[in-house]
Protein backbone atom coordinates (compact mmCIF):
# COMPACT_ATOMS: atom_id res chain seq x y z
CA UNK A 1 0.00 0.00 0.00
CA UNK A 2 0.78 3.57 -0.89
CA UNK A 3 -0.16 6.92 0.61
CA UNK A 4 -2.35 9.06 -1.60
CA UNK A 5 0.01 11.81 -3.19
CA UNK A 6 -2.58 14.45 -1.99
CA UNK A 7 -2.51 13.01 1.05
CA UNK A 8 1.04 13.51 1.33
CA UNK A 9 0.89 16.92 0.77
CA UNK A 10 -1.92 17.79 3.39
CA UNK A 11 0.55 16.59 5.81
CA UNK A 12 3.61 18.19 4.58
CA UNK A 13 1.16 21.39 5.02
CA UNK A 14 -0.05 20.61 7.62
CA UNK A 15 2.64 19.82 10.17
CA UNK A 16 5.40 22.69 10.76
CA UNK A 17 8.94 21.76 10.24
CA UNK A 18 10.29 23.90 13.11
CA UNK A 19 7.98 22.31 15.40
CA UNK A 20 8.94 18.47 14.58
CA UNK A 21 12.91 19.35 14.37
CA UNK A 22 12.69 20.49 17.64
CA UNK A 23 11.10 17.47 19.23
CA UNK A 24 14.35 16.48 18.96
CA UNK A 25 16.79 19.53 18.70
CA UNK A 26 16.89 22.84 20.45
CA UNK A 27 16.54 25.14 18.27
CA UNK A 28 17.11 29.08 18.42
CA UNK A 29 15.61 31.84 16.04
CA UNK A 30 18.58 33.79 13.77
CA UNK A 31 16.98 36.01 11.36
CA UNK A 32 14.56 34.23 9.83
CA UNK A 33 16.06 30.59 10.33
CA UNK A 34 16.03 28.20 13.07
CA UNK A 35 19.91 27.40 14.09
CA UNK A 36 20.66 24.55 16.38
CA UNK A 37 23.37 21.47 16.87
CA UNK A 38 22.78 19.44 14.22
CA UNK A 39 21.66 16.07 15.39
CA UNK A 40 23.31 14.16 12.87
CA UNK A 41 26.68 14.71 13.80
CA UNK A 42 28.75 15.66 16.64
CA UNK A 43 29.17 19.34 17.05
CA UNK A 44 29.74 22.39 19.57
CA UNK A 45 28.47 24.84 17.46
CA UNK A 46 25.24 24.94 15.73
CA UNK A 47 25.66 24.56 11.95
CA UNK A 48 21.73 22.99 11.39
CA UNK A 49 19.72 25.07 10.09
CA UNK A 50 15.33 24.89 9.40
CA UNK A 51 13.47 27.57 7.43
CA UNK A 52 9.67 27.45 8.11
CA UNK A 53 9.25 29.28 4.31
CA UNK A 54 10.43 26.34 2.24
CA UNK A 55 10.10 23.52 4.84
CA UNK A 56 13.58 22.30 4.71
CA UNK A 57 16.46 21.95 6.29
CA UNK A 58 20.19 21.77 5.95
CA UNK A 59 23.53 20.89 7.84
CA UNK A 60 26.36 23.25 7.13
CA UNK A 61 29.03 21.01 8.85
CA UNK A 62 27.82 17.46 7.72
CA UNK A 63 25.62 17.99 4.43
CA UNK A 64 22.65 16.24 5.64
CA UNK A 65 19.03 17.96 4.37
CA UNK A 66 15.76 17.40 3.28
CA UNK A 67 11.91 18.02 4.01
CA UNK A 68 10.07 17.18 7.31
CA UNK A 69 9.73 13.83 5.78
CA UNK A 70 13.59 13.27 5.00
CA UNK A 71 14.17 14.25 8.53
CA UNK A 72 12.05 12.29 10.38
CA UNK A 73 12.97 9.13 8.28
CA UNK A 74 16.73 9.80 9.48
CA UNK A 75 16.18 10.72 12.91
CA UNK A 76 13.81 7.82 13.26
CA UNK A 77 15.67 5.39 10.89
CA UNK A 78 12.41 4.50 9.25
CA UNK A 79 10.65 4.30 5.28
CA UNK A 80 9.73 7.07 3.97
CA UNK A 81 6.17 5.94 4.44
CA UNK A 82 6.09 5.33 8.15
CA UNK A 83 7.65 8.73 8.26
CA UNK A 84 4.14 10.34 6.40
CA UNK A 85 2.59 8.19 9.08
CA UNK A 86 4.03 9.52 11.91
CA UNK A 87 3.56 13.35 10.98
CA UNK A 88 -0.05 12.26 10.02
CA UNK A 89 -0.91 10.73 13.19
CA UNK A 90 0.61 14.57 14.94
CA UNK A 91 -1.25 16.46 12.77
CA UNK A 92 -4.41 14.49 13.04
CA UNK A 93 -5.01 13.86 9.12
CA UNK A 94 -6.12 10.23 7.97
CA UNK A 95 -4.26 8.67 5.41
CA UNK A 96 -5.94 7.14 2.32
CA UNK A 97 -3.60 4.68 0.33
CA UNK A 98 -3.52 3.38 -2.61
CA UNK A 99 -1.55 -0.24 -4.11
CA UNK A 100 1.73 2.08 -5.62
CA UNK A 101 5.07 1.67 -6.61
CA UNK A 102 6.30 2.49 -2.25
CA UNK A 103 3.33 0.27 -1.16
CA UNK A 104 4.83 -2.83 -3.21
CA UNK A 105 7.95 -2.17 -2.46
CA UNK A 106 6.62 -2.09 1.64
CA UNK A 107 4.72 -5.49 0.88
CA UNK A 108 7.91 -6.79 -1.53
CA UNK A 109 10.38 -6.42 1.77
CA UNK A 110 7.60 -7.61 4.21
CA UNK A 111 8.16 -11.10 2.33
CA UNK A 112 11.14 -11.44 2.25
CA UNK A 113 11.64 -11.00 5.93
CA UNK A 114 9.04 -13.36 6.32
CA UNK A 115 10.72 -15.75 4.32
CA UNK A 116 14.14 -15.58 6.26
CA UNK A 117 12.03 -15.31 9.14
CA UNK A 118 10.77 -18.98 8.11
CA UNK A 119 14.65 -19.59 7.09
CA UNK A 120 15.79 -18.79 10.68
CA UNK A 121 13.61 -21.15 12.43
CA UNK A 122 13.64 -24.24 10.10
CA UNK A 123 17.93 -24.25 10.13
CA UNK A 124 17.36 -23.66 13.74
CA UNK A 125 15.31 -26.67 14.13
CA UNK A 126 17.08 -28.49 12.46
CA UNK A 127 20.46 -28.34 14.12
CA UNK A 128 18.43 -28.63 17.54
CA UNK A 129 16.66 -31.64 16.39
CA UNK A 130 18.14 -33.63 13.12
CA UNK A 131 20.16 -36.30 12.99
CA UNK A 132 22.46 -34.62 10.35
CA UNK A 133 23.05 -32.28 12.66
CA UNK A 134 25.14 -34.20 15.15
CA UNK A 135 28.71 -33.05 13.66
CA UNK A 136 27.56 -29.62 13.70
CA UNK A 137 26.26 -30.04 17.61
CA UNK A 138 29.11 -31.64 18.40
CA UNK A 139 31.19 -28.76 17.26
CA UNK A 140 29.24 -25.98 18.61
CA UNK A 141 29.42 -27.81 22.17
CA UNK A 142 33.32 -27.66 21.55
CA UNK A 143 33.22 -23.55 21.31
CA UNK A 144 30.63 -23.15 24.20
CA UNK A 145 28.11 -22.27 21.70
CA UNK A 146 25.66 -25.20 22.21
CA UNK A 147 22.17 -25.05 24.64
CA UNK A 148 20.83 -21.77 25.41
CA UNK A 149 23.67 -20.16 23.45
CA UNK A 150 22.28 -21.71 20.52
CA UNK A 151 19.08 -20.78 21.38
CA UNK A 152 19.28 -17.26 21.85
CA UNK A 153 21.56 -16.43 18.83
CA UNK A 154 18.80 -18.73 16.87
CA UNK A 155 22.03 -20.76 15.58
CA UNK A 156 20.80 -23.51 12.99
CA UNK A 157 22.31 -25.80 10.28
CA UNK A 158 22.27 -25.99 7.11
CA UNK A 159 22.18 -29.66 5.84
CA UNK A 160 24.58 -31.14 3.28
CA UNK A 161 21.33 -30.93 0.52
CA UNK A 162 21.12 -29.45 -2.83
CA UNK A 163 17.95 -27.91 -2.55
CA UNK A 164 15.94 -29.24 0.94
CA UNK A 165 15.39 -25.28 2.26
CA UNK A 166 13.84 -23.98 -0.95
CA UNK A 167 11.56 -27.28 -0.96
CA UNK A 168 10.21 -26.65 2.33
CA UNK A 169 9.92 -22.76 1.85
CA UNK A 170 7.91 -23.41 -1.08
CA UNK A 171 5.96 -26.01 -0.01
CA UNK A 172 4.85 -23.36 2.55
CA UNK A 173 3.92 -21.16 0.38
CA UNK A 174 6.67 -18.95 -0.91
CA UNK A 175 7.20 -17.81 -4.50
CA UNK A 176 10.55 -18.89 -6.07
CA UNK A 177 11.45 -15.20 -6.51
CA UNK A 178 11.06 -14.77 -3.34
CA UNK A 179 13.58 -16.84 -2.15
CA UNK A 180 15.94 -15.59 -4.74
CA UNK A 181 15.59 -12.36 -3.47
CA UNK A 182 16.10 -13.33 -0.14
CA UNK A 183 19.61 -14.77 -0.89
CA UNK A 184 18.67 -17.78 0.62
CA UNK A 185 18.72 -19.77 -3.14
CA UNK A 186 19.26 -18.95 -6.40
CA UNK A 187 19.26 -20.58 -9.69
CA UNK A 188 21.76 -23.00 -11.01
CA UNK A 189 22.95 -23.92 -14.45
CA UNK A 190 19.71 -25.93 -14.73
CA UNK A 191 17.45 -23.73 -13.90
CA UNK A 192 16.37 -25.06 -10.77
CA UNK A 193 16.54 -23.64 -7.26
CA UNK A 194 18.77 -24.39 -5.52
CA UNK A 195 19.83 -23.55 -1.76
CA UNK A 196 22.93 -20.87 -1.64
CA UNK A 197 23.94 -22.31 1.89
CA UNK A 198 25.18 -26.00 2.45
CA UNK A 199 26.82 -27.83 5.04
CA UNK A 200 27.06 -24.73 7.38
CA UNK A 201 26.56 -23.88 10.83
CA UNK A 202 24.02 -20.83 10.23
CA UNK A 203 24.38 -17.52 12.27
CA UNK A 204 21.48 -15.53 11.68
CA UNK A 205 21.58 -11.56 10.96
CA UNK A 206 18.98 -9.26 12.24
CA UNK A 207 18.35 -5.52 12.12
CA UNK A 208 18.43 -3.42 14.71
CA UNK A 209 14.74 -4.06 15.25
CA UNK A 210 15.18 -7.56 15.71
CA UNK A 211 14.41 -8.90 11.89
CA UNK A 212 16.72 -11.20 9.93
CA UNK A 213 17.93 -9.82 6.55
CA UNK A 214 20.60 -12.47 5.97
CA UNK A 215 22.78 -14.89 7.04
CA UNK A 216 26.85 -15.40 7.74
CA UNK A 217 27.44 -19.45 7.06
CA UNK A 218 30.27 -21.38 8.69
CA UNK A 219 32.01 -24.36 7.59
CA UNK A 220 32.73 -27.11 10.27
CA UNK A 221 35.99 -27.82 10.96
CA UNK A 222 37.64 -30.74 8.08
CA UNK A 223 35.08 -29.16 5.63
CA UNK A 224 37.42 -29.35 2.56
CA UNK A 225 35.32 -25.93 1.17
CA UNK A 226 37.87 -23.15 0.88
CA UNK A 227 35.92 -20.70 2.24
CA UNK A 228 35.54 -20.97 5.66
CA UNK A 229 32.59 -18.11 6.09
CA UNK A 230 29.77 -17.26 3.52
CA UNK A 231 27.99 -14.34 3.90
CA UNK A 232 24.39 -13.88 2.18
CA UNK A 233 24.65 -11.62 -0.85
CA UNK A 234 22.90 -8.11 -0.92
CA UNK A 235 19.49 -7.82 -1.36
CA UNK A 236 16.67 -5.57 -0.94
CA UNK A 237 16.54 -5.74 2.90
CA UNK A 238 20.56 -6.12 3.39
CA UNK A 239 23.38 -4.00 2.76
CA UNK A 240 26.84 -4.83 4.57
CA UNK A 241 27.90 -1.33 5.02
CA UNK A 242 24.65 -0.73 7.17
CA UNK A 243 24.51 -4.10 9.00
CA UNK A 244 25.97 -4.70 12.04
CA UNK A 245 25.67 -8.05 13.57
CA UNK A 246 24.21 -8.45 17.16
CA UNK A 247 23.09 -4.58 17.59
CA UNK A 248 19.60 -6.08 17.93
CA UNK A 249 21.01 -7.95 21.30
CA UNK A 250 23.34 -5.45 22.36
CA UNK A 251 22.15 -1.93 21.67
CA UNK A 252 20.19 -1.95 24.98
CA UNK A 253 23.80 -2.53 26.93
CA UNK A 254 25.29 -0.08 24.49
CA UNK A 255 23.36 3.17 25.20
CA UNK A 256 23.26 2.29 28.79
CA UNK A 257 27.09 1.95 29.43
CA UNK A 258 27.55 4.60 26.23
CA UNK A 259 30.35 2.46 24.73
CA UNK A 260 30.07 -0.42 21.88
CA UNK A 261 32.61 -3.25 21.17
CA UNK A 262 33.38 -3.99 17.60
CA UNK A 263 34.49 -7.03 16.51
CA UNK A 264 35.43 -9.33 13.52
CA UNK A 265 32.92 -12.45 13.69
CA UNK A 266 30.21 -13.66 14.93
CA UNK A 267 30.91 -16.10 17.23
CA UNK A 268 33.46 -13.14 18.91
CA UNK A 269 29.99 -11.30 19.35
CA UNK A 270 28.44 -14.23 21.22
CA UNK A 271 31.81 -14.72 23.03
CA UNK A 272 31.27 -11.09 24.65
CA UNK A 273 27.68 -12.00 25.56
CA UNK A 274 28.45 -15.04 27.24
CA UNK A 275 31.34 -13.37 29.48
CA UNK A 276 28.31 -11.16 30.67
CA UNK A 277 29.71 -7.95 28.26
CA UNK A 278 26.59 -7.64 26.39
CA UNK A 279 27.47 -4.21 23.92
CA UNK A 280 29.32 -6.07 21.32
CA UNK A 281 28.49 -6.05 17.33
CA UNK A 282 30.70 -6.89 14.58
CA UNK A 283 30.54 -5.89 10.73
CA UNK A 284 29.50 -8.81 8.38
CA UNK A 285 32.47 -9.79 6.19
CA UNK A 286 33.16 -5.96 5.59
CA UNK A 287 35.96 -3.76 7.02
CA UNK A 288 34.01 -0.76 9.35
CA UNK A 289 32.97 1.90 7.07
CA UNK A 290 31.84 5.85 7.70
CA UNK A 291 27.98 4.72 7.81
CA UNK A 292 28.60 2.10 10.54
CA UNK A 293 30.23 4.62 12.79
CA UNK A 294 27.11 6.54 12.31
CA UNK A 295 24.93 4.21 12.89
CA UNK A 296 26.63 3.31 16.26
CA UNK A 297 26.50 7.15 17.48
CA UNK A 298 23.27 7.22 17.91
CA UNK A 299 23.92 4.87 20.88
CA UNK A 300 27.56 5.44 22.00
CA UNK A 301 30.42 7.91 21.92
CA UNK A 302 32.69 5.44 22.80
CA UNK A 303 34.39 2.73 20.33
CA UNK A 304 36.11 0.18 21.46
CA UNK A 305 37.99 -1.77 18.92
CA UNK A 306 37.98 -5.52 19.48
CA UNK A 307 40.28 -6.58 16.39
CA UNK A 308 43.89 -6.12 15.26
CA UNK A 309 43.06 -2.59 14.24
CA UNK A 310 46.97 -2.16 12.95
CA UNK A 311 46.01 -5.02 10.07
CA UNK A 312 42.48 -3.48 9.29
CA UNK A 313 44.35 -2.19 6.34
CA UNK A 314 46.31 0.75 4.78
CA UNK A 315 43.97 4.29 5.32
CA UNK A 316 42.00 2.53 8.42
CA UNK A 317 44.15 4.91 10.64
CA UNK A 318 43.20 8.08 8.83
CA UNK A 319 39.74 7.07 8.58
CA UNK A 320 39.47 6.12 12.19
CA UNK A 321 40.80 10.24 13.14
CA UNK A 322 38.80 11.12 10.69
CA UNK A 323 35.64 9.71 12.62
CA UNK A 324 36.53 10.23 16.08
CA UNK A 325 36.63 14.26 14.91
CA UNK A 326 33.58 14.55 12.66
CA UNK A 327 31.73 12.26 15.06
CA UNK A 328 33.18 13.25 18.01
CA UNK A 329 33.45 9.41 19.09
CA UNK A 330 36.47 8.46 21.23
CA UNK A 331 38.61 4.68 19.24
CA UNK A 332 40.09 2.87 21.40
CA UNK A 333 41.79 -0.74 21.02
CA UNK A 334 41.08 -3.86 23.10
CA UNK A 335 43.84 -6.35 23.77
CA UNK A 336 43.50 -9.45 24.07
CA UNK A 337 46.29 -11.80 25.98
CA UNK A 338 48.43 -14.15 23.54
CA UNK A 339 46.36 -13.03 20.11
CA UNK A 340 43.33 -15.06 21.14
CA UNK A 341 39.83 -13.62 19.95
CA UNK A 342 37.47 -13.25 21.92
CA UNK A 343 35.30 -15.75 20.61
CA UNK A 344 38.06 -18.18 22.43
CA UNK A 345 38.77 -16.98 25.06
CA UNK A 346 35.30 -16.64 26.16
CA UNK A 347 35.75 -20.26 26.69
CA UNK A 348 38.93 -20.64 28.12
CA UNK A 349 39.35 -17.06 30.23
CA UNK A 350 35.84 -15.45 30.09
CA UNK A 351 37.31 -12.47 32.58
CA UNK A 352 39.91 -11.88 30.47
CA UNK A 353 37.63 -9.90 27.95
CA UNK A 354 36.03 -8.18 30.44
CA UNK A 355 39.99 -6.66 31.59
CA UNK A 356 41.03 -5.93 27.82
CA UNK A 357 37.80 -3.78 27.38
CA UNK A 358 38.72 -1.65 30.98
CA UNK A 359 42.30 -1.75 29.53
CA UNK A 360 41.62 -0.28 25.97
CA UNK A 361 44.20 1.99 24.86
CA UNK A 362 43.37 5.05 22.39
CA UNK A 363 43.76 4.39 19.01
CA UNK A 364 47.16 6.13 18.90
CA UNK A 365 48.55 5.05 22.19
CA UNK A 366 48.01 1.40 20.77
CA UNK A 367 49.47 1.93 17.59
CA UNK A 368 52.51 3.62 19.30
CA UNK A 369 52.75 0.79 21.61
CA UNK A 370 53.38 -1.60 18.44
CA UNK A 371 56.28 0.10 17.60
CA UNK A 372 57.88 1.02 20.49
CA UNK A 373 57.70 -2.34 22.66
CA UNK A 374 59.76 -5.40 22.29
CA UNK A 375 62.17 -3.73 20.32
CA UNK A 376 65.93 -3.76 21.18
CA UNK A 377 67.14 -0.43 22.13
CA UNK A 378 70.70 -1.23 23.13
CA UNK A 379 72.28 1.53 20.69
CA UNK A 380 71.99 5.02 19.75
CA UNK A 381 71.19 3.71 16.11
CA UNK A 382 68.51 1.35 18.02
CA UNK A 383 66.74 4.59 19.59
CA UNK A 384 66.81 6.68 17.08
CA UNK A 385 65.27 3.97 14.49
CA UNK A 386 62.44 3.40 17.12
CA UNK A 387 61.80 6.91 16.98
CA UNK A 388 61.86 7.68 13.42
CA UNK A 389 58.74 4.93 13.03
CA UNK A 390 57.39 6.16 16.39
CA UNK A 391 56.88 9.47 14.81
CA UNK A 392 55.45 8.21 11.54
CA UNK A 393 52.37 7.22 13.59
CA UNK A 394 52.00 9.99 15.93
CA UNK A 395 52.31 12.29 12.67
CA UNK A 396 49.70 10.54 11.30
CA UNK A 397 47.45 12.33 13.70
CA UNK A 398 45.82 15.58 12.80
CA UNK A 399 45.41 17.26 16.12
CA UNK A 400 48.97 19.19 16.74
CA UNK A 401 48.77 19.29 20.43
CA UNK A 402 48.07 14.92 20.54
CA UNK A 403 51.05 14.45 18.34
CA UNK A 404 52.90 16.72 20.72
CA UNK A 405 51.98 14.78 23.82
CA UNK A 406 52.62 11.36 22.43
CA UNK A 407 56.13 12.81 21.17
CA UNK A 408 57.05 13.66 24.76
CA UNK A 409 55.99 10.13 25.88
CA UNK A 410 57.92 7.89 23.36
CA UNK A 411 61.07 10.59 23.93
CA UNK A 412 60.86 9.30 27.53
CA UNK A 413 60.16 5.83 26.78
CA UNK A 414 63.48 5.63 24.97
CA UNK A 415 65.34 7.89 26.20
CA UNK A 416 65.90 10.61 23.72
CA UNK A 417 65.67 14.22 24.14
CA UNK A 418 62.02 15.37 24.33
CA UNK A 419 62.24 18.38 23.03
CA UNK A 420 63.79 16.51 19.34
CA UNK A 421 60.83 14.57 19.10
CA UNK A 422 58.25 17.19 20.43
CA UNK A 423 59.62 19.75 17.72
CA UNK A 424 59.22 16.91 14.84
CA UNK A 425 55.73 16.18 15.73
CA UNK A 426 55.05 19.75 15.54
CA UNK A 427 55.77 20.16 12.13
CA UNK A 428 54.20 16.76 10.69
CA UNK A 429 56.86 16.37 8.26
CA UNK A 430 54.97 13.09 6.59
CA UNK A 431 51.50 14.35 7.22
CA UNK A 432 49.60 12.04 5.12
CA UNK A 433 46.41 13.18 6.82
CA UNK A 434 45.53 16.10 4.83
CA UNK A 435 43.97 18.57 6.73
CA UNK A 436 40.93 18.77 4.69
CA UNK A 437 39.35 16.28 7.00
CA UNK A 438 38.76 18.63 9.45
CA UNK A 439 35.62 18.94 9.76
CA UNK A 440 34.27 22.63 9.65
CA UNK A 441 32.30 23.81 12.17
CA UNK A 442 29.49 26.34 12.30
CA UNK A 443 30.95 28.32 8.94
CA UNK A 444 29.06 31.14 8.70
CA UNK A 445 28.24 30.25 4.64
CA UNK A 446 29.36 32.60 2.56
CA UNK A 447 26.92 34.40 0.43
CA UNK A 448 27.51 35.84 -3.06
CA UNK A 449 25.01 37.66 -5.13
CA UNK A 450 24.90 34.53 -7.55
CA UNK A 451 23.58 32.33 -4.67
CA UNK A 452 21.74 34.53 -3.01
CA UNK A 453 19.71 35.41 -6.23
CA UNK A 454 19.15 30.88 -6.35
CA UNK A 455 17.79 30.92 -2.61
CA UNK A 456 15.50 33.94 -3.59
CA UNK A 457 14.12 32.10 -6.61
CA UNK A 458 13.86 29.10 -4.00
CA UNK A 459 11.85 31.21 -1.30
CA UNK A 460 10.48 34.40 -3.29
CA UNK A 461 10.06 33.63 -6.61
CA UNK A 462 7.71 36.35 -7.49
CA UNK A 463 9.64 38.98 -6.45
CA UNK A 464 12.58 37.99 -8.43
CA UNK A 465 12.13 35.32 -10.97
CA UNK A 466 11.51 38.50 -13.76
CA UNK A 467 14.82 40.14 -13.46
CA UNK A 468 17.18 37.18 -14.15
CA UNK A 469 18.38 35.39 -17.44
CA UNK A 470 20.68 32.49 -17.67
CA UNK A 471 23.64 34.98 -19.16
CA UNK A 472 23.28 36.39 -15.71
CA UNK A 473 25.01 33.17 -13.37
CA UNK A 474 29.05 32.82 -14.40
CA UNK A 475 29.42 30.37 -11.74
CA UNK A 476 28.18 26.53 -13.39
CA UNK A 477 26.63 25.25 -10.42
CA UNK A 478 24.30 28.43 -9.90
CA UNK A 479 23.67 28.91 -13.71
CA UNK A 480 22.50 24.99 -13.64
CA UNK A 481 20.04 25.78 -10.70
CA UNK A 482 18.97 28.51 -12.26
CA UNK A 483 17.98 26.24 -15.21
CA UNK A 484 16.37 23.43 -13.19
CA UNK A 485 14.03 26.37 -10.88
CA UNK A 486 13.61 28.08 -14.11
CA UNK A 487 12.39 23.89 -16.04
CA UNK A 488 10.36 23.57 -12.65
CA UNK A 489 9.00 26.50 -12.65
CA UNK A 490 7.07 25.35 -16.12
CA UNK A 491 6.19 21.84 -14.24
CA UNK A 492 3.12 21.09 -12.70
CA UNK A 493 4.43 20.17 -9.10
CA UNK A 494 3.53 20.82 -5.45
CA UNK A 495 7.02 23.15 -5.57
CA UNK A 496 9.55 24.40 -7.72
CA UNK A 497 12.21 23.08 -5.38
CA UNK A 498 11.06 19.44 -5.23
CA UNK A 499 10.23 19.46 -8.89
CA UNK A 500 13.81 21.28 -9.47
CA UNK A 501 15.86 18.34 -7.21
CA UNK A 502 14.56 15.52 -8.86
CA UNK A 503 16.29 16.43 -12.09
CA UNK A 504 19.07 18.05 -10.99
CA UNK A 505 22.67 16.63 -10.31
CA UNK A 506 24.08 15.88 -7.15
CA UNK A 507 26.53 19.40 -7.35
CA UNK A 508 23.63 21.27 -7.90
CA UNK A 509 21.54 19.43 -5.15
CA UNK A 510 23.79 20.36 -2.58
CA UNK A 511 23.62 23.77 -3.79
CA UNK A 512 19.98 23.91 -3.68
CA UNK A 513 19.05 22.22 -0.50
CA UNK A 514 21.88 24.94 1.15
CA UNK A 515 19.81 27.92 -0.88
CA UNK A 516 16.67 26.54 0.47
CA UNK A 517 17.66 27.53 3.99
CA UNK A 518 20.03 30.45 3.02
CA UNK A 519 18.62 33.74 5.20
CA UNK A 520 19.13 36.30 2.43
CA UNK A 521 18.50 39.80 4.35
CA UNK A 522 18.96 42.16 0.91
CA UNK A 523 15.95 42.89 -0.92
CA UNK A 524 15.29 40.57 -3.95
CA UNK A 525 15.54 43.87 -6.92
CA UNK A 526 19.16 44.64 -5.32
CA UNK A 527 20.12 41.21 -5.60
CA UNK A 528 19.08 41.23 -9.13
CA UNK A 529 20.74 44.57 -10.21
CA UNK A 530 23.66 43.63 -8.67
CA UNK A 531 24.29 40.37 -11.12
CA UNK A 532 22.91 42.38 -13.83
CA UNK A 533 25.63 44.95 -13.44
CA UNK A 534 28.02 42.53 -13.03
CA UNK A 535 26.86 40.49 -16.08
CA UNK A 536 27.05 43.58 -18.45
CA UNK A 537 30.28 44.87 -17.21
CA UNK A 538 32.05 41.05 -18.00
CA UNK A 539 29.88 41.49 -21.39
CA UNK A 540 31.17 44.61 -22.19
CA UNK A 541 34.75 44.07 -21.55
CA UNK A 542 34.44 41.22 -23.93
CA UNK A 543 33.27 43.04 -26.78
CA UNK A 544 36.82 44.94 -27.93
CA UNK A 545 35.99 44.41 -31.21
CA UNK A 546 33.18 46.26 -32.03
CA UNK A 547 33.12 48.26 -35.15
CA UNK A 548 29.30 48.44 -36.41
CA UNK A 549 28.38 51.94 -35.40
CA UNK A 550 24.72 51.03 -34.03
CA UNK A 551 26.51 48.23 -31.52
CA UNK A 552 29.21 51.22 -30.37
CA UNK A 553 25.78 53.41 -30.10
CA UNK A 554 24.61 50.50 -27.72
CA UNK A 555 27.77 49.60 -25.41
CA UNK A 556 28.14 53.54 -24.96
CA UNK A 557 24.02 53.76 -23.42
CA UNK A 558 24.87 50.16 -21.34
CA UNK A 559 27.79 51.88 -19.82
CA UNK A 560 25.76 55.22 -19.16
CA UNK A 561 22.77 53.08 -17.87
CA UNK A 562 25.75 50.81 -15.43
CA UNK A 563 26.10 54.45 -13.45
CA UNK A 564 21.92 54.82 -13.07
CA UNK A 565 22.13 50.80 -11.64
CA UNK A 566 23.75 52.95 -8.85
CA UNK A 567 20.78 55.51 -8.23
CA UNK A 568 17.45 53.98 -6.43
CA UNK A 569 15.49 56.81 -8.23
CA UNK A 570 16.58 55.49 -11.58
CA UNK A 571 17.65 51.56 -10.96
CA UNK A 572 14.77 49.68 -11.96
CA UNK A 573 14.91 51.09 -15.38
CA UNK A 574 18.29 50.87 -15.76
CA UNK A 575 17.95 47.26 -14.89
CA UNK A 576 15.19 46.74 -17.27
CA UNK A 577 17.01 48.80 -20.07
CA UNK A 578 20.47 46.28 -19.43
CA UNK A 579 18.68 43.28 -19.35
CA UNK A 580 17.31 44.08 -22.58
CA UNK A 581 21.05 44.74 -23.72
CA UNK A 582 22.19 41.64 -22.50
CA UNK A 583 19.45 39.13 -24.02
CA UNK A 584 19.80 40.59 -27.35
CA UNK A 585 23.75 40.12 -26.74
CA UNK A 586 22.78 36.70 -25.58
CA UNK A 587 25.35 34.01 -26.84
ZN1 LIG B 1 25.35 17.83 10.52
Not at 87 to 96: E, K, Q
Not at 381 to 392: G, Y
Not at 545 to 567: G, N, T
Amino acid sequence: MAIHEEDIERVRSGVSIVDVVQQYVALRKTGRNWVGLCPFHAEKSGSFNVREETGRYKCFGCQAGGDVFKFVQEIEHVDFVAAVEKLASRAGITLRYTTGGEGRDRSRRKQLVLALEAAVDWYHQRLLESPDARAARDYLRSRGLAGDVARRFRIGWAPDDWDLLSRELRERGFAPDVLHDTGLAFNNRSGRLQDSFRARVMFPIFTDTGEPVAFGGRILPGSTDPAKYKNSPETKVYMKSKTLYGLNWAKNDIVAQDQVIICEGYTDVIGFHRSGVTRAVATCGTALTEEHVRILKRFANRVVLAFDADAAGQGAAEKFYEWERKYQVQVSVARFPDGKDPGDLASSDPGALAVAIEEAMPFLGFRIDRVVSGVPLRSPEDRARVAARALEVINEHPDVNVRKLYAGEVAVRIGIPVADLARQAETRRSAPVSESTEVRIAPVPEFNAEFAAVALLIQRWDDIAPWLIEDLFASEASRRAFVALAAASDAEASSILDAALTTADPEVVELLERAAVADIEVAPSSVAFDLIGVAVRRRLAQRTKVSDPDEIRADREARQRLEELDAERTAQAAAEALLWWLTERSQ
